[in-house]
């Protein structure tokens, strides 16, 4: 590149796929991300611009004249892509850059996908598919196919409409091969046909599709007639974001951020969670406050409280993942609510024994007497059942009075198992030094 | 359905898709799901049972004699469908359903299936696909395809293989929609195809479906010979997978677990990331053991030692999570490690000012006096600052050494904050109760 060697270049990218090409580019300035853009044909620039990363892409374009961006870029992209692309930058780019594109109807598609919120399915539909009418016949139906595949980059079903647009069925590719040429669409159209509306929300299309397992979904305004059609592989972003957002909301980070976000955005990501942290480390501190007699006596009570209190976290963490998971994905499995309880109190018997006779077994070592021993052990025993009922419980419940187990489990399950875990520990102290010594 | 009235629930199931049956199903017994088993027609009986959650098939299929599983069940699906039902029951029974299927085809086919990894490509291929010769012209090729058709749910791309059977490449349905008919296949054919072997690992199998855009994906075995392909539908379902582990490895399960899943199994997952925090906060009992004499004089210090160490944990879990996240996906943006580290320290003072302020205004108003105040607002500042370098810096470094930092991150970062959050803690309330006292 270096040296501006045209041919040794091209003849590098000849044999790449957009996607590798995109990676590449990762790894260039932008000037030299330029200078092979403009060795690429057409068809190649514009998939390799699809396949680039949101602010990559963005920094990309905004180097571009707006002449250069509509003839080379959008005019070549599928809309859903070209309306994807033009969201990213201000209105009056969005403008300059449609007046620039020939084809009138490919410049008003676009412009109608940019007024759908990108979390609807208008937001993530295209305005490519194959339609046919539902009173022609197969042959009608295969000239009108063959002429609008052109357009179009991948054929997964035909959709059948009416004479208002209203969509009718859907006539799969399986079913064109079989049937003989004189039949009449009508009568060999699929009408059970699965549909949303444009203002479907993503996590509805995605749980859709995956549920009945299609790879193409047609979109339909509010009076039924046909817009749009997503395909899988626009729902398997949706569904990659929704997973990164649900490990994120798992590590306490409240929006869904990328690491390329402002200093901004990730603090206000970061903070609630913090604070909540805060008020629970605070309301702590008042049950300890409690007890600070006891702890002036005996201030070796103080070793194990951080112990205790993670301990409590972590179990509480773990139970409501699970129940968090199956409560997403909707797999309770065959157990009842009771079912449940027995198994994770069962779970929690087991763990809260291994680490409470390990505990034991340390402190006996290290001879930090009696009354310290029992106080670790019982309350690790019993911190470690609580915790694992209460992350079970709090799920449900939340889920019951209709607010995300997702969102607010974690905090809502740490915080409280901190301030419990606390009570429980130095209330047992208290018991056993008392008795003891 | 208590009635046996077989027309009324037949009358209510006969619109329904077989995913909305399997939903149903989910809430009633097992004598009650026979029941309705028996009144659907095979093919829709079939869907049903592959729509079923694992253990629901599972308690349902063994409830059945192998003939009836056979004849019913398994000859009605597709080979992966059937190879994913088969496999979930012993070999013997295994042995004896196949035995049961009358096609010795496609017994076979299943039995092949049986024998790869579940985690490979060939665990997840199905067998049924559209193929032609490269050799034959497009009319020889339509009326094969015809024939092939009816035994194929979908069909996406077909594929073309010499007399070997080996792979040359695909037809797009668009290509065949657009060719005249006396054409060579040989000719139109898509020599770029990207294809798979048996033994790749089902995790490449979704990256590379998802980098390139792919619905479907041959499968070649060692010798470049097509025997299988792989569909988008199954890719979705090892994604959902991949992000249920990340999930559950996030809040500290270190196996795959599903709620049904036996007590021992769930123990096994959860107890790992419980002993990593035993040992985090018997270490942390050592360090605080060093300042047992100041915390006996002042044991007001006691207060707020579970709120720095909870706070370091969550602020090491924010960054590594967003760290981790962005290794996953390979999108580390266009920082330098360099621009990372300042924008992370940037977060992390904003954070940190933020929270050490709101402590001292607390303490302010409940007058703990200054060396309290003083202690707990620099150690919070100084903890959640140090926690977010850390929950930086170890997932980089696990990744280095080729540790998943997936798996590592939350137990290390966690107990690791723990320990080195008491140590700055305590000693800020050495330094300041000397100075101030």
Known sequence: IDHHDEKAVLALLDDLHPADIAEIYGELDLDEAKYIYFLLDDDTAADVLTELPEDDKLRFLESLPS??????????MDSDDAADVLGQLDSSTQQEVLSHIEDIEVAGDIADLLTYDEHTAGGIMAKELIKVRDSWNMNTCIRSMRQQAEEVDEVYYVYVVD??????????????????EDIQIRD???EDVISVRVDTSTDEVSNI??????VALPVVDGVGRLVGRITIDDVVDVMREEAEKDYQLASGITEDVEIS?????HTRARIPWLLIGLLGGVLGSRVIGGFIGILGEHPHLALFMPLIGAMGGNVGIQSSAIVV??????SMGLDTNWGKLVKELTIAFLNATVLSLIMFGYNYIVDAGWPLSLTVSAAMFSVVVFASMFGTFVPLLLKRINIDPAVATGPFVTTLNDIIGMFIYLTFGALFYALLL
């Open 188 to 190: 060999i159209l699929n």
């Open 261 to 265: 976000d402002s200093v901004w955005i």
């Open 209 to 214: 599709m995956d549920k009945y397992g299609l």
């Open 325 to 330: 998971q199956s409560l997403a994905s909707g």
């Open 67 to 76: 002449e250069v961006i509509a003839k080379r870029f959008i005019d070549k």
């Open 163 to 180: 004479s208002r647009d209203v969509l009718k069925g859907t006539l799969s590719l399986k079913r064109l091969l079989l049937s003989p």
